[in-house]
DNA sequence: CTGTTAGCGCTTTCAG
DNA sequence: CTGAAAGCGCTAACAG
């Protein structure tokens, strides 16, 4: 048996000791260095499995200058994009001996900025999802985080982004209410600051320079289930007959107040969401939306961090373009 | 300015050096020994805010041999039970100055244990969430692994454990139906092997003992939406008046295409899910389910680590007795 | 091919 | 109160 009591774990010089060689040659063993003589090296491999040794990555991390972990940091772990980022990413990163470390910042941007530097330093390279920062502050934190990737969100070009393309793709959920006959829409929109609210808000201006005949209300509104619940007066009252939900979490919680206000869907209004959750296809009736593929952009960045420890140019900035899922909760305007 | 392009990170000699004294009592000043002139002191701090000084983390855990790292083994990042314990276990860690490493073993149960223990030397302890892992696994496993916190499963008194109390709350699920009149239940079944799933058969058969005029049916089903889906067709053709899911993703797939094949909920038949979910209660019907709070899961989970770490005797173990919420997804029963 | 030596960046006795 | 020196566990020249 190894391991006793208490034990402190074997070092690599007890592994030398009882092998009968010096420290270098372990280490050498340990790291597949192929010039060592075999029958050594069969006896370091015994002694090493015989005392269940494993070299210490804290040691190997501060001697190499590198600790094979990555770090996110992420806004809000209760926020489906963000899980699944963090899903993409730790899958990928773990495929390639990576691991991660989480920051979860809780929302508040001052402990973020303070928070991701923080942690950058315990790892080689950073995942910011920081949607909310300010400009100014991300460029000024932008060159202590390096080597760093962003996550929907752009920055300049010399640091690598991924992102799925929010514009396009509320545009094209526009579309798709206007070709149904909606000339009347609302907008529940998000949080003001943030970059995805942003491109949202500038699909809308595009769309009013393109179709001068439909009207698009923004209503602030919020990016919870709650928030989109509390919409509902709004919604009912208003003459709107297709609304945009911030997210699918919006649009939910639209759809269940909707339904208690005897407001139907989509006989009476439209409703569209964004993200495609789980949930989405599932909801009563089934949510229309634009499908993100947040896993794949974890997995995207991943490997745009993987281009940066590897001091390879990365791949270039991707724009995920997402799927419009077309389902019930949409149908054609109706006069009201 | 402090650092320039490429800048290796200032050491505490460089600091050591524009202050004019030696690296210990950098140090010492750096940690807040107070036994070190105030004068010299203030050109210490004064030097590192210069150079924006921070002592490499990775030096001080080889050191000091701590990392302020944990890290939290969970079988599945996609589970919103895991992503809620992740959460409240960060934020929790965090709020004390710790970092979080996370480890999806992806579902693999074999690596599972080799990720564990990997996993393990790079922190100060971690958090396991192994629903499935084989009791005789997992009795080897922990030695390697302390200090450890268990969490949804039991293991000897000797480490400490925080799990939500499955058996019960399915228990007054149970009882519910059966005082709504239902006498014909069917049990829709997780995964086999796991932990929760255990404890639900075991409520079953208390409540089969207790109650010998009901009967429930178990079939084997699954853990997700479209496990609960693909039931539908079984529950449909079934004699059953109330369904058990075995957690509120395969509640509601199961509504869902309850819904598609005519089978009105509650009306035709009540169905219970299990957790919770953010999405339960906006279900059509609401769904009526047992409440676990899974983010102080992860909070508790963080409080014996804590004090496992500071080698206190941790808290004694935390049974989670779940909420019943009773919404609107059952009624009484009625005669098929 | 293998051992010796010198660090990685920090903290901590131990002297002075 | 402060500095010199040793060492956390490992790897990477550099000799032999």
Known sequence: MAASKGARPPTIGDVAARAGVSPATVSRVM??????????????????TELNYRASPLARSLVLG?????????????????????RGLSRSAGHDGYHVLIADSAESITDEQILAVE???????????APRMPESDLRALLPELQPVVLVNRGADSSVPTIAADYRTALRELLELLY?????????????????????????????????????????????SFGDGYDAAGTVATGSSTGVLAF?????????SALGELGVRVPQDVS???????QFARYTTP????????????????WLRMRDLLNSRRPARPLLFRPRIERRGSTGPARTR
């Open 271 to 277: 409703v569209v969401g964004f993200d495609d959750i």
């Open 179 to 223: 070709d149904n006959g909606h000339r009347s829409l609302m907008f529940l929109a998000g949080a003001p600051q943030s970059a995805s609210n942003a491109a949202r808000l500038a699909a809308l201006e595009e769309f009013r320079a393109a179709r001068p005949d439909a009207r698009v209300d923004v209503v602030p509104c919020g990016v």
């Open 119 to 129: 942690t950058r330093r315990r790892c080689d390279g950073v995942v910011l999802c």
């Open 31 to 48: 790291n597949g260095n192929t010039s060592v003589d075999e029958a050594l090296a069969q006896r370091v491999r015994a002694a090493a």
């Open 247 to 255: 997210n699918d979490l919006v649009a939910m919680g639209l759809m």
């Open 286 to 301: 089934p949510l229309t939306t634009a499908s993100v593929p947040v896993a794949e952009l974890g997995e995207q960045a």
């Open 66 to 86: 590198k600790t094979n972990t990555i770090a996110v940091v992420v806004p809000d772990l209760e926020n489906p994009t963000f899980q699944g980022v963090l």
